[in-house]
């Protein structure tokens, strides 16, 4: 069964990545599970609601992909959609959506955020019925907003709690990804591209952006070292999933001093590092989705080195099918963690580097597939153990310059 879900999870990847491109989903294969599922859902039986954590549809990061994954699917499988905005960046809003939306008649709900754990713990019970499919909420979000919804105090150790006692999954599906994996191949790669004064601008320091961070610093040490070359690595949190002026200062800061690349990791934080690149015609990486047409179109042709990418569309994709497929079974109650299931296609992955990524002779396309092979096959492994400091994934070559936040 196991293997089934793998092949499966690979094939609708594809699909997945042609919807990014087109804005539209194929539709499954003519007698089809998927396709029987389909003719249900355009008959009444589904109807999919996405509800925007704190940004909106237009945040050109998380909600913005996943609003698209989901409305370009439904719409190419019959399926009713609507997206809600909650009035405020509360769980209480947030709940209130779910009110909302379940009294409308959908029932399935796609969430995109760590900040949705406080109401799958609130508002999952009350419909059982209603099908939850949350995106980057892990076990740690889950257990915190448990555990102090029950009047505890959760101590940040997932293993000295069961989560059964303070969250009923039964009804809810939550997809993670291996954030280290792309964070190292994003620092590999500007290393390899020639790029010695590196940067870390990280949103909040919460467990997935520590993570897309220490795998930055693991992958620039280790290109660092094969190369030879000595790296500097300024590292920074901005305490926000936004841009500011007390940022933009920060960033301009660094860029006047040298900084080549900033690998600008949160949200809309990367407008504050866009905005100081673009006074010295220096660079970002972007993440979560391929930020470079965002970007790139904002501030400057070529500012966009790659993007550290997780595979929040194919997610979409593939629990939207599933769940029209009657597989929903297989999936509810688990907490799955998503990241590299082929290392012959690199295109197959829940983690990795997008097709617009600036190539060059350091590091071509077909170092990047080389590259992504070592780390499937487990030739190269990257930790994901937060309880450590950037500093102590440098090695010999790299300088990492810890700064903490900004504010």
Request: with cysteine; hydrophobic share 45%; aromatic share 12%.
């Amino acid at each position: 069964m196991k293997k089934y879900i793998a092949l499966l999870l690979a094939l609708v990847m594809v699909f997945a990545l042609a919807a990014c491109g087109s804005s539209e989903t194929a539709a499954p294969a003519e007698g089809s599970a998927a396709a029987e599922g389909a003719d249900a859902a355009a008959a009444g039986d589904y109807h999919v609601a996405m509800i925007t954590d704190y940004g909106d549809i237009t945040d050109q990061s998380f909600n913005q992909t996943t609003y698209e994954a989901c409305k370009a699917f439904c719409d190419g499988n019959a399926v009713d959609f609507k997206y809600y905005k909650p009035t405020d960046d509360s769980t209480a809003a947030r709940v209130e959506m779910v009110d909302q939306a379940v009294a409308e008649g959908y029932n399935v709900i796609v969430m995109p955020g760590y900040a949705f754990a406080g109401t799958i713990v609130e508002a999952a019970p009350n419909y059982p019925d209603v099908k939850f499919v949350a995106l980057d909420v892990a076990l740690g979000d889950l257990l915190e907003a448990g555990v102090t919804a029950a009047g505890g105090e959760y101590d940040y150790d997932p293993t000295n709690w069961n989560l059964d006692e303070y969250v009923d999954m039964s009804n809810v599906y939550c997809a993670v990804y291996q954030e280290e994996l792309c964070g190292y191949m994003a620092g590999y790669a500007a290393v390899k591209l020639g790029y010695t004064k590196l940067g870390f601008l990280g949103g909040m320091a919460v467990p997935a952006v520590i993570r897309y961070g220490y795998g930055f610093v693991q992958g620039a040490n280790a290109a660092a070292d094969e190369l030879g070359t000595d790296v500097e690595l300024k590292y920074v949190y901005g305490g926000q999933f936004y841009g500011d002026g007390d940022i933009t200062a920060a960033m301009d800061t660094w860029y006047k001093a040298g900084t080549e690349v900033v690998f600008a990791c949160g949200g809309g934080i990367y407008q504050s590092a866009a905005e100081a690149a673009a006074k010295v015609d220096g660079k970002v990486i972007g993440v979560d989705v391929d930020q470079a047409g965002i970007i790139d179109g904002d501030y400057g042709e070529g500012m966009t080195v790659t993007s550290a990418m997780k595979g929040l569309a194919a997610t979409v994709n593939t629990m939207l099918s599933e769940i029209l497929a009657g597989n929903w079974d297989a999936y509810a109650g688990q907490i799955e963690t998503l990241g590299l299931v082929s290392g012959e296609d690199a295109s197959l992955n829940y983690v990795g580097l997008p097709e617009s990524t600036q190539w060059g002779d350091g590091f071509s396309a077909e170092d990047y597939a080389a590259l992504v092979a070592s780390m499937y096959s487990g030739e190269v492994t990257v930790s994901n153990d937060i309880t450590k400091t950037a500093a102590d994934f440098a090695g010999d070559h790299v300088t990492v310059d810890d700064q903490g936040q900004v504010k």
